[in-house]
Structure formats: structure tokens, C-alpha cells
């Protein structure tokens, strides 16, 4: 089944903790992207990934880092954890000639 | 930058009503339109597409038509089912953005009792 897969669904840490939030994706896309969801404010793209070893910044970059590896897999690393990073995270993938994304089902974050 | 405005929620309706849901958009370049489904609990699922001017996007009897001239896409659904309650996303994305990112509006909840 076509699909993309995140780890962990729901996640409470503490400020500073270091956390990694995995995704991956089997349909061989180019592209992936990491959004957060609050309310009110819809999703908003935090970095993504046009390909191997290609990252870039999104609306919403600081306080995360992420790494494209392979191409299946696009982790987002949260080095530092503070409460203002408590949000719904989503992934989500698509190939290079399409601007339809595939979004994963999320992971639910609360930062103490 | 680029833009999408969403009718504040919630929408709450009978099963069987009529369902519009706004949405307007702001762009520099010629953007594809979407409506994303989220049901609770769930990530964001494709509803319709539109990608070009007056295309009519069309899914599980949602339909959305692309209106360059009002810069407008919205949602509507001549008879809503209890199973429709979920929130529902416009997002929009620009084919000259590099990023390829999908700028969202902030979302409208629809509520349908039996």
C-alpha cells in the first residue's frame, strides 16, 4: 500500500530534550516536506526536500533541522524542544512533476 | 506572498443540506487549487484538484470550480452526510515557487447532525 508512514503518533517531552521525529515514504517520491498544524493558522511548511542530500527552509524553519539521507526517509530533529514547538506535525510526499502531496498521519507533540 | 482565506467555522448543518464552504486566494504566479479533507483523528487526504482557470474539480459529490476572475475556489456539496463532519482545507500551489510547498488556509470545520 502506497503510503507514508511517521513516528511517533504522539510524543510529551521536556523543554531541551532532544527529539527526532521519523518519516518515511514508499512510492519513490523526489519530494517531501514537514508542515505543523495550529489552530487557526492551517499548516505551514517548516523545511523540505527536493531530493537526496537537498534540503531547504520553509516558512517556519527555526528550531528544527531535518536530513535527507535516502530518499525514502526525511526525519525532523527537534535539538532543543521548547513549549512554542507543542503542535500537530505532518510529512508528506509527492514526485517532482506533481504538486498533489501525500500526507502522513501526523504527530502529535506537547513540549512541558 | 501567496495567500488563502477560509470562511470561519464552524459550519454546522442538517444532513441532506446544501454545503458551501468560501475560499479566495491571492498568488503571484498561476497556482493549482486543492481541498484537503482531514477527518479527526486522521492526517490531510486530496478531496479535488483544479489546475487551471475554470476547471471544475469534482470527488464523493464535492465539487469546486477554479474562478480566476473572483481569484475564488469554493467548496460546495448538494447534499451533506453525517460522514462528511471533518475539517476541510483550501491550499493552493504556485508552479513558479521553487519550494513547491502548498500555502494553506487555516481550515473550516463542518459539523452535519442526523
Known amino acids: 500500500e502506497a503510503q507514508v508512514t511517521q513516528n511517533p503518533r504522539y510524543l510529551i517531552t521536556v523543554t531541551g530534550k532532544k527529539l527526532t521525529v521519523t518519516c518515511s515514504q514508499n512510492?519513490?517520491?523526489?519530494?517531501m516536506s514537514w508542515y505543523r498544524q495550529d489552530p487557526g493558522l492551517g499548516l505551514r511548511q517548516i523545511y523540505y526536500?527536493?531530493?537526496?542530500?537537498?534540503?531547504d527552509k520553509g516558512d517556519v524553519p527555526e528550531g528544527y533541522k531535518v536530513s535527507r539521507k535516502e530518499k525514502r526517509n526525511f526525519p525532523l530533529i527537534l535539538e532543543s524542544p521548547s513549549p512554542n514547538q507543542t503542535s500537530l506535525y505532518f510529512c508528506a510526499s509527492s514526485l517532482m512533476g506533481s504538486n498533489e502531496q501525500f500526507f502522513g498521519p501526523g504527530t502529535r507533540l506537547t513540549v512541558l | 506572498g501567496d495567500s488563502v482565506t477560509q470562511m470561519e467555522g464552524p459550519v454546522t448543518l442538517s444532513e441532506e443540506a446544501f454545503l458551501t464552504i468560501n475560499c479566495t486566494y491571492t498568488?503571484?504566479?498561476?497556482?493549482?487549487l486543492f481541498w484537503y479533507v482531514q477527518y479527526p483523528g486522521e492526517g490531510l487526504q486530496l478531496l479535488l484538484k483544479?489546475?487551471?482557470?475554470?476547471d471544475k474539480g469534482s470527488n464523493k459529490g464535492f465539487e469546486a470550480t477554479y474562478r480566476k476572475e473572483t481569484t475564488s475556489f469554493h467548496l460546495e456539496k448538494g447534499s451533506v452526510q453525517v460522514s462528511d463532519s471533518a475539517v476541510y482545507f483550501c491550499a493552493l500551489s504556485d508552479r513558479g515557487a521553487g519550494r513547491r510547498a502548498l500555502t494553506f488556509g487555516s481550515g473550516t470545520r463542518l459539523q452535519v447532525q442526523p
Open positions: 498568488a503571484t504566479g498561476y497556482p493549482s
Open positions: 483544479a489546475t487551471k482557470a475554470d
Open positions: 512510492m519513490n517520491h523526489e519530494y
Open positions: 526536500s527536493m531530493n537526496v542530500e537537498v534540503t
